[in-house]
Structure formats: structure tokens, C-alpha cells
């Protein structure tokens, strides 16, 4: 079974950075595009950063490029968002989304972690 499993999240001041890392589960499994989303209260689920399985990286916020990197490990099978310089407006939990193939699908489907918290506050 294929999990997707966040951790690093947590609280921090203002100007701080963050690492958070996303680990998939299961064997006999083939990961495309992975990504990070976010939702703070009161907003709709907003997409942050995806990265292929070559490495290539799209932001889709001017803001998010200016101070997040998304990477990855293809043979740990994990990928990475490295926040920096964070503001009370990145407060949000943060979702990490893959598309993943499995042999007992033998198709690739899209899944979702279970969310790790950001606050940023003084």
C-alpha cells in the first residue's frame, strides 16, 4: 500500500526556515511528479512547488521561488521543501501530492500526505 508521510513541520518566528520532507511508502513502486501544496483556515488548498522525476522544478508563485527550493531523492524516494525567510501569511499545513505507479494498478494514480503544520509566529 502507498503512503505518502510529511514531517519537519512545526513553529517558528518570523525570517526563519524550515525543511519539510516527504517519504513514500511501498515497494515495486515508480514516482513521477511530486509536489507540495498548502492550506491555511478559511482557504482553499493551494499548490506550491512540483519537481519531475528529472529534477526540473516549477513554482507557481513568484514568492515561492524567491524563498522555497522543492527537491528530491529519487532513490529514497522523497522530496524536499526548503522554506526560508517565512512570514505569518505561510502559516498553513503543508501537503505533500505524488503521482505514483504501482504494479497492482499497473497504472499511475495521484496521492496525498496526511499534512504537516507551518505556523509562523512571534
Known amino acids: 500500500q502507498v503512503q505518502l508521510v510529511e514531517s519537519g513541520g512545526g513553529l517558528v518566528q518570523p525570517g526563519g526556515s524550515l525543511r519539510l520532507s516527504c517519504v513514500a511508502s511501498?515497494?515495486?513502486?515508480?514516482?513521477?511528479?511530486m509536489g507540495w501544496y498548502r492550506q491555511a483556515p478559511g482557504n482553499e488548498r493551494e499548490l506550491v512547488a512540483t519537481?519531475?522525476?528529472?529534477?526540473?522544478?516549477?513554482y507557481h508563485q513568484d514568492s515561492f521561488e524567491s524563498r522555497f527550493t522543492i527537491s528530491r531523492h529519487n532513490r529514497n524516494k522523497t522530496v524536499y521543501l526548503h522554506m526560508t525567510d517565512l512570514k505569518p501569511e505561510d502559516t498553513a499545513v503543508y501537503y505533500c501530492?505524488?503521482?505514483?505507479?504501482?504494479?497492482?494498478?499497473?497504472?499511475?494514480?495521484?496521492?496525498w500526505g496526511q499534512g504537516t503544520q507551518v505556523t509562523v509566529s512571534s
Open positions: 511501498g515497494s515495486r513502486i515508480s514516482i513521477a511528479t
Open positions: 501530492n505524488a503521482d505514483i505507479w504501482t504494479v497492482e494498478q499497473n497504472a499511475y494514480r495521484n496521492y
Open positions: 519537481i519531475n522525476n528529472g529534477g526540473v522544478a516549477t
